[in-house]
Each structure stands twice: as C-alpha cells, then as structure tokens.
C-alpha cells in the first residue's frame, strides 16, 4: 500500500494496544522516512511526566488495585495534557506529527480534529486493523503486557469506531492490516518556492492584457516561438490574483497565464474574482456583478467564434485551473523563507498553511461587514504582521505602491485607468507601466475615491497606544505609547493644520566625542575623525547661522495648494514644533514677497513644480527668542557683570593689605570677562526689525517639489540652489560653505571655524557628502553642529571653560542623542517621499507624530 502524507498536519494512528503502531513508526525512523522528533507517544509522556513507564494493577486487592489506576489516570491526563501541548506548538509551527496512541474514542480524535482546524493544517488517519488474536498474542509478548481483558475492551471499541472514522473529515484514511509492504510518500509543502534566478510579481491585472504584455517587456522578458514569455536569465513572472474581471481581455488573460503555470515559467494566486469566476465556470449559481459579468460576454463571443465544444473545454481547463491556485506562495531564498505574495493579505499564523480558513482570509483580507454600496469594509489586516518576511500584495488599489509594515501593495489600479505594477525581487525595484484608459466603466473609481480621501483627518485610534513605522532607510522605528501622548495633544492643539505638516526636521547631534584639545568642548578634528572612521573621505562644512529653524512649504498658487492640501494659501511656515512661526499677517506678507519673487524668476515654471519644500534657518535670533532673551539672558548678564563688578573690585581692594587674595582676584577678573562675553554672544544675534526686510532666510536643504525628493543629491547641490535661492529673492541669504577632501582642506576648515567662532559666530555643520550616507550597511549621522567656544558660553553657562567645569562637561553622553537624531531624520524622509508618491496624510502624519513624540523623550537639551 502507498501512504502519502503532507508536508505538515498530524497523522492520527488509530489501533487497539499491540497493533504495531509503535513498532511501525521505529521502523520509519530507522530507514530515515520520518524523524525522531516528529512521533509524539503517549507512552513516552507518561513516562516524561512520572518516570513510571507502567502500572501493573492486576492481581492486586481492590484497594491498592483502585488506588493504583488513580495514579495511571492521573499520570495520563498530564501526559496527553502536555502532548497536546506538543502537538499544537508543532501544528503552529507547520510541521509535521505522528500521534502513537490508541486513539479510540471519539472524543480524543475530535479534540485532535478540531485542533487541526484551529491551526489550519491537514489531519490524516492510518487505522491498524490487525485480528484480536494476534494481539493477544502479542501481549503476551511484551515486556509490560496489558492484560487480555484490556485488550478485549479494547478491540471491541475499535470494531464499533472503525465504522464512523469515515465520517470524520480526515484528509485520507489508511487502512492498514499489517505494516509490511508500506510505501510512504512524503510530499513537499506545494506553495513553497525557491526564487531561483529571481521573480517578478505583477499586481492585479483586471483583463488589461496589453498593459501586461508591455510590463512583461519592460521587465525583459521576451515571447518565443511557442507564443512564451520568457526572461533571458531564467526569471518566472508571478500574479498576484484578479488577472480577469473589469477589464477588455479577461478571456485572453486567463488562457495567457494557463499556459505559462503550465510550463512552469509562471505562478498565479487564487483571488476573490479569480474564485469567484471559477465558480461560475463550474455551473453553481453565481451573481456576476463588479465587472465578473464582462467575462461571461467574452465567453458568449468566444463561443460565437469557435463553437460550443471548444468554448466548453475551455470552461473546464480554466475551472480547473482557476480551482487548483493555491492560496499564496512563500518563496525562499536560500533555503530561508523571505517573501510572500497573496492577493488581498495574510495572517502571520496563516503563512505557509492552506486550508479553507486560509483560503477565504487570502481573497478578501480582513473585512468587517459591508459598506452602505454593498462592498466590504476593508480593516487594516497588516498592522498586526510581526514576522521579518516581506508580503507583497494587491486588491485593494492605490496610487502608487504602499510599503507598509514590511508589506507592499503592488494594485495601483490598471483597470481604473491607474498603473500596472511588478515588483522585482530580491532587487527591490519597482516597474509601471500606466493605463491606456480607464476600463472599468465605474462610478466609484477606487483611485478617485482614494484622492478624495487622501486629506481625511487620520485615525488617532492607531497612533495612541504605540505605533511602529515602518521606513525605508531604518527599516522599523517604534513610536512608545509613554511618549506619543503628549505629541497628539500638540498636534491637536497647538501646531499648524497637519495637511500642511508634512515635515519635522531632525535633531543635530554634536561630536560624538569632546574635544581632545584642552581649553575645548567641542572641535571640528572629532566630527571628521567620525566621517573618516566610517569611510567618508569628502565632506561639507556649512557655516552655522544662528536663528531659529523654520520650515517653509510654498506653493506656486492658490490652486496647488488647494490641490496638496486642502487649502488655499501660498504657503506657510513653522517651527521644529510644528508651530507656526510667525503671526498670520507677517507670514502672509513674507509668503506673497516669496511667491512674487519665485514667479518672476520663474522658479516653478523651470522646475515643473507646483510647491518646494525648504529646511532652513530664519534670522535675527530674536524673531523667537526675544523673550528668552530679554527674561533670561540678558537678566543673567547684566546681574552677572553687575555682581561681579562689584566683587572684583572688593577684593581688589582686600588684596592690596592681603596679598593671598592675588589668586581670588585673578578668578573673579576671569569670571567677570566671561560675563562680558556671554553678553556679546548672545547680543550678536539680534537686531532690530523694522519690517520683513530685516528678516534673512538661510534654506540649507531642498527637500521636495511636487513631483520629486531631493534626498539623492549631494550637499553641494543643496548650497547651490541655497545661492540660487539668495539670487531670486532677497529675503533668502547664501550660506558660506567648505569642501573636505584632504588634510590641507581640514586645516583650512578648522582655520576657518577658530576665526568665525572667535568672532562670536555660532559654529559650523560637518556634513558627508552625501545626504543619506552609509558604512557597511549602517546609516551615518547625516550632521555634526561644532559649536565654538564663545558661544558655548549660552549653552553651559558663561565659566563653563573653568577647569573643573570642563572636565565634568566632557563627560557627557552623545550616544542618545545619535540615536534620537537618525530615527528622526529616517523618520523625517519616509514622510516626505510618502507625501511626494500622493500617500494619504494619515501615513504622512504617523512619521511626523513620531518625531514630535521623540522630541519629548528626555535628552539633555544642551547638546
């Protein structure tokens, strides 16, 4: 007999004490069918949980005879207690499990039955159905007999049982009368596999066969004589479901993917409309509607052309076909699972399972219900994937393709006269090609719906008890529920409209360690030394403008903004809080001074873009300080100089009878010139402003237009159109900047901060080359503030040069710092391209709360 078993569920042996059961799966282990680990015996968790291997009551006196059988069923109940335990983690886990045990009642089959169905795995049966008197016979035999009236009770069960296991709902049912001339087949997991030369996985395709075809070509694949697509380098091609409906060629995009899944160049995945015409082909009474029934007129004209019979062949393949699509495919990458692909989504516990739970779950996805037009209202089943493999996905259309929580949705809506997209893997790149036209003929075009909805309010419900995000350049930065509290209640009350916060800019760590000099804290020597360690050989260093940082989001009109935003403006501009900078009217005066500039140089019209998206810094200090400033700074200078005036000059006067004051004298003429200097310091950056005229803008970054990010440019470009900028208005101010290449340019940079600094210059920003920049793999601060040693003076407070108070501030800890600034400038990028793709402000909005919210985690506020 042949026995074919399945690469995971449970295999339920079934047969009186003595039927071979054991002594059967000892010989599969032997000859290297099945492993060790795959038997679970209830005779080997009994002895695990009481180290009795058996309990012999016979010819004992009734009481130490019931006594006795207490303990065995004692003894029982813990170990199939803890075999269930086993068996369930192994159900979890896809594997697969042989069950020694009689298994005779009903009872304990049904808890394994329903166990299986819990865990969405297969159960089989193998029966041992041997004559009593062999196993008599064999009792006998043993070395802990049962006993003959055992084995009798026994065996009259099993002939009654044996008659409904039938009716029970296994996969298979063996049925064995001996274990000899047993052939066992054991079969690989069908919906695994191997990526080989690489695939490519196309999103939904509706019947837009053409478009398929050019994607195909995009991708390199080429058609052969036999009519085949197939890709030089050995690649297969994959569907991802809903290759038929809506669409003009349904008919002939169906047949296309039969034949290649034929030939095995191809892969396609069961989806609701594939299972749904499937159905159909099959004759059970099916509602053809949301663009099924087109297919059903591509049949009728096909069989107009060629005929009732070829048409129902047809039928049949394709029903067949259709009916056989597994669920989802796992593929693997070295023998490791790495990806999946599903049509509507999957369970973390379903991956690699099939069953009709699984099934049903990999076509719809998760849904709630049904919407007042009769569609199913979509929940968000990818919050809740854990697990490191990448799912690509599709059904529900988007504009562009959505990474989310190691999720891709690659549906961007082809038969709604969207795109249609493959993604490339293990590369990771995205291919499109778009619609010749809208096919679908729909009122509620999914890809309209979803930009009218782009601008919805988000649901505060994801973000308040935690949240991750999922970013391309960190992968996974969680968002604590300790700390996003506080920054919903800043978004909510006091920050600008989030439709226009689309952006907070990062914390700037300084070196990451302090100056190795004497008389320094900080130095440029230590933030080279940390790009240089890291394989960074040329570098920027940018004069450091002290002012406020400001975000300034201008748009080319009215419209555009209307179109981005939901509002009409020309712009606004905000602090690293999200708060707005200025008051309305100064905003909207230096807005409309801005635009009027921007249009008569025509800046929008060159870069083909209704908005630009600028990180600067806006001067005098004063503009935000002002009250700091007056409350605390000047407050502390003045009774600085004023206190210690006066006590210089007490104890000038003392010294001149006690010459052991000399010493004293010195300290407080010290102190007293570090008061001074603090007053220059923070004197030198204010002014007085008259009107916006005396407002100077630095932009240091251009991040967005409408239509791009700028994040794969060097940080020369950035101060190259930071020059443009100061050409086309005067409200913006040129940076000076500095190339690191060499020693000699080191020097001269540090030259250059001594001379600056000494002047009382707030410092300069090191910077790599490159906006994102990384060492083997690990993200790189993206800039270093070297702070000179004037106006560290604000920072520390005016003796912090003092000897005791220097070698205390050198010990500080960067470290958090480092890591606050990289998850908010990862955080920062993942929100601006996401806005950049259309992606709706809710997924804008949960990169900007996670910055926010990290600003409130405690970090000294001084580095």
Request: hydrophobic share 35%; proline share 4%; with cysteine.
């Amino acid at each position: 007999m042949q026995i074919v078993l399945p690469h995971a569920g449970i295999v339920l042996l079934i047969g009186p004490s003595n039927s071979g059961k054991s002594t059967w799966l000892k010989s599969m282990i032997e000859k290297e069918e099945i492993l060790p680990s795959e038997v679970v015996s209830s005779d080997a968790f009994r002895i695990l949980v009481s180290d009795i291997e058996f309990i012999d009551w016979r010819g004992r006196p009734k009481d130490e005879g019931d006594n006795l059988m207490d303990e065995y069923q004692s003894i029982s109940g813990e170990a199939f207690s803890m075999m269930d335990s086993v068996i369930e983690a192994r159900c979890r886990l896809n594997k697969l499990t042989f069950i020694d045990a009689t298994n005779l009642h009903p009872d304990d089959r049904k808890r394994y039955i329903s166990l299986a169905q819990k865990n969405n795995v297969p159960i089989l049966s193998i029966v041992l159905d041997i004559p009593e008197e062999d196993l008599l016979v064999r009792d006998e035999q043993r070395d802990y007999p049962r006993g003959k009236r055992r084995i009798k009770q026994q065996y009259q069960t099993f002939k009654r049982e044996k008659r409904v296991l039938k009716k029970e709902g296994y996969l298979s049912l063996y049925t064995l009368k001996g274990t000899e001339d047993i052939q066992v087949i054991r079969r690989t997991n069908p919906i695994e596999k191997d990526i080989q030369n690489g695939i490519d996985i196309i999103g939904d395709i509706h019947g837009c066969y053409k478009e398929m075809i050019l994607v195909l070509e995009k991708l390199g694949y080429q058609k052969n004589e036999e009519g085949l697509y197939l890709h030089p380098e050995g690649r297969k091609f994959v569907s991802i479901g809903d290759v038929m409906s809506r669409g003009p060629e349904s008919l002939k995009t169906m047949l296309f993917f039969y034949e290649h899944v034929q030939k095995n160049v191809a892969y396609m995945i069961d989806s609701n409309h594939g299972w749904k015409i499937a159905r159909w082909l099959d004759g059970r009474d099916v509602t053809l509607n949301h663009g099924d029934e087109k297919v059903e007129e591509e049949f009728k004209a096909y069989e107009e052309e060629y005929g009732s019979e070829k048409a129902e062949e047809t039928k049949q393949t394709l029903k067949e076909f259709l009916l056989q699509a597994p669920s989802h495919y796992v593929f693997t990458k070295n023998d490791v699972q790495t990806l999946v692909c599903v049509h509507a989504g999957i369970k973390d516990a379903f991956i690699g399972k099939q069953s009709e739970a699984v099934r049903d779950f990999c076509r719809y996805g998760d849904t709630n219900g049904f919407d007042e037009k009769g569609k199913p209202v979509r929940k968000d089943w990818y919050i809740s994937h854990k697990k490191s493999s990448l799912i690509v996905w599709g059904h529900d259309p988007k504009p562009q393709p959505l990474l989310i929580n190691n999720t891709i949705n690659i549906d961007q809506g082809v038969v709604f006269g969207g795109a249609l997209t493959a993604f490339r893997y293990p590369e990771g790149e995205f291919i499109s090609v778009q619609a010749s036209q809208d096919f679908s003929g729909a009122d509620d075009n999914p890809l309209r719906e979803w930009e009218k909805n782009r601008l919805n309010p988000p649901n505060i419900g994801k973000f308040v008890n935690g949240y991750t995000v999922l970013t391309e350049k960190m992968g996974e930065i969680k968002i604590h529920q300790d700390i996003v509290k506080s920054a919903i209640d800043t978004v909510s009350h006091f920050t600008i409209p989030i439709e226009q916060l689309i952006y907070i800019p990062p914390t700037m760590s300084p070196t990451p360690s302090p100056s190795a000099l004497e008389n320094y804290l900080e130095h440029p020597k230590e933030a080279i030394d940390y790009y240089r360690s890291h394989g960074i050989q040329t570098m920027i260093a940018e004069k450091k403008h002290m002012g406020s940082r400001a975000i300034l989001f201008l748009f080319k009109d009215t419209e555009a903004a209307k179109k981005h935003t939901g509002f009409e403006s020309l712009g606004v501009i905000y602090t690293r809080t999200g708060r707005r900078f200025f008051d309305v009217a100064t905003e909207e005066e230096l807005v409309l001074k801005i635009n009027q500039d921007l249009h008569e140089s025509g800046y929008f019209e060159k870069y083909d873009t209704d908005y630009v998206l600028l990180d600067a810094e806006i001067m005098p200090w004063n503009l935000k300080a002002k009250e700091l400033i007056s409350s605390q700074y000047a407050h502390v200078s003045e009774n600085a100089i004023l206190d210690r005036t006066m006590l210089k000059e007490k104890i000038a006067e003392a010294s001149r009878e006690n010459m052991e004051l000399k010493g004293w004298l010195e300290e407080y003429e010290q102190k007293l010139e570090n008061a001074y200097t603090f007053k220059e310091v923070f004197q030198k950056y204010c002014w007085e402003i008259e009107d916006i005229s005396s407002i100077q803008i630095a932009p240091f970054h251009v991040l967005a237009h409408s239509n791009e990010t700028f994040f794969d440019q060097p940080h020369t470009w950035h101060m190259e159109m930071n020059r443009e900028f100061a050409i086309r208005s005067s409200l913006f101010v040129e940076t000076e900047y500095k190339l690191i290449t060499s020693e000699a340019s080191e020097e001269e940079v540090i030259k250059w901060w001594q001379d600056i600094t000494s002047e009382g210059h707030e410092g300069i920003v090191i910077k790599p080359q490159f906006y994102i920049s990384r060492n083997k793999g690990k993200l790189l601060q993206p800039a270093i503030k070297v702070r000179g040693r004037k106006y560290l003076n604000i920072i520390y407070g005016m003796d912090y040069l003092l000897p005791k108070n220097l070698e205390r501030l050198k010990s500080r800890n960067t470290g958090k710092k480092q890591k606050l600034a990289l998850r908010e400038f990862s955080l920062g990028i993942e929100g601006i391209q996401r806005y950049v793709k259309g992606e709706s402000i809710e997924r804008v909005h949960e990169c900007v709360l996670g910055t926010l919210a990290m600003e409130s985690d405690p970090v000294d506020p001084r580095l």
